[in-house]
């Protein structure tokens, strides 16, 4: 008898994050098989966040936040919740031997770290000022192989590495939809989630970033607290100029991870520079602006400080904050020039 061949052409263009992952190691054998199943857990971690996430608006009709629920557990606020649930979540499996966390001012060693090769810094989620109105968040991470030959004994060095010796970052933003975006220096790709069978989907297969871009993202409420460059940037951004597409538009959510979201789809830079009320910026080397870069350099795009590279910039200090120019290159290398006072 014939074997029975089964083709059903609407599943040809699913792809799940594990067939994409399956077909990633056979195109690139030089990524750890380790690395993948780190991924993995960031996607599981991201599911259970994402279950609190979308029950945000019930926090005072159910008693959660800061109160005590049917349980008569206490219920944690949500980016408290989302940090303890990721180290939770991910720390069982034993593949990370250190991470550190936007949330916590130490180092933290996961219960099973005597045969994990990787560190993981991350931003349980960022945007906590939008989480109780409805508005996009998101956690934000960055895998690195620790330096140390015992994972048992790996320690703050081995968080503390520049952005490019990254093996692995990505972001998972809890928006309209919630979309996961990650590299490991073979392109950037973006999966949407659909709950509906409780997976995530290839929908942004090798993002590639405009070269310029028509928005530009900065809180300008700031103005006082820049510096003159800056003001000159942005002053910029708003004259009518139609060769280089001038003016941009204003886009900002306060959300770093859904405003570089935008900004990486659509073409546009994101600015937080050093202000007065925030000397070294306000964002943090890295958990944020080092897996952004990353990202945003395998879209095309650029990360500075208006100086210096991010990725190449080297840590002194696990809650490091940098000044972040980031996204569209053209965009990006004329914010540096205003920034270094070369217009
Ligand atoms: P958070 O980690 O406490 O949420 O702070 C970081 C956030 C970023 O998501 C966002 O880009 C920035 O702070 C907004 O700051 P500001 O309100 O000063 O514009
Ligand atoms: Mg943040």
Redesign the pocket.
């Known amino acids: 008898m014939d074997p029975i061949t089964l083709n059903d052409p609407a599943m040809n263009k699913l792809t799940t994050i594990e067939s994409h992952f399956l077909q990633q190691q056979k195109l690139y054998p030089e990524v750890n098989a380790e690395v993948i199943d780190l991924l993995h857990d960031v996607a599981f971690a991201a599911k259970l966040v994402r279950r609190e996430v979308v029950r945000a608006g019930l926090a005072d009709i159910l008693g959660l936040t800061g109160s005590t629920n049917v349980q008569g557990e206490e219920v944690k606020k949500l980016?408290l919740f989302a940090n303890e649930k990721i180290i939770c979540a991910i720390g069982q499996h034993g593949r990370f031997a250190i991470m550190g966390s936007?949330e916590n001012d130490s180092i933290i060693i996961p219960p099973k770290n005597e045969t994990g090769n990787y560190a993981l810094l991350f931003?349980p989620?960022?945007?906590?000022?939008?989480i109780d109105v409805n508005v996009s968040?998101?956690t934000i991470f960055s895998i690195y192989r620790i330096k140390s030959e015992d994972p048992g004994n790996a320690s703050l060095a081995d968080c503390l590495q520049s952005g490019a010796e990254q093996v692995a970052a990505g972001y998972v933003i809890y928006g309209s939809s919630v979309v996961m975006v990650y590299t490991t220096g073979h392109g950037v790709h973006g999966f949407t989630y659909d709950p509906t069978i409780g997976e995530f989907l290839l929908s942004h297969e090798n993002i590639i970033t405009p070269e310029r871009g028509k928005y530009y993202?900065?809180?300008e409420?700031?103005w006082a607290q820049l510096n003159d460059g800056t003001k000159r940037f942005l002053d910029y951004l708003k004259e009518e100029d139609a060769e280089t597409g001038r003016p941009y538009s204003t886009r900002?959510?306060?959300?770093?991870?859904?405003?570089?979201h935008r900004n990486l789809l659509t073409g546009g830079v994101?600015v937080?520079p050093a202000t007065k009320?925030?000397k070294q910026g306000?964002?943090?080397l890295m958990?944020?602006a080092n897996p952004l870069s990353f990202i945003c350099e395998q879209a095309g795009g650029r990360a500075t400080d208006g100086e210096r590279r991010i990725l190449d910039i080297v840590p002194e200090e696990l809650h490091q904050r940098t000044p972040l120019y980031i996204g569209s290159k053209e965009d990006v290398l004329v914010a540096e020039e205003f920034e270094q006072g070369k217009r």
């Open positions: 980016d936007e931003d989620l960022d945007g906590s000022s939008n968040v998101g993202s900065a809180n409420g700031s900002y959510i306060g959300s770093l991870v859904a405003d570089f994101f937080y009320k925030h306000k964002l943090r958990y944020e």
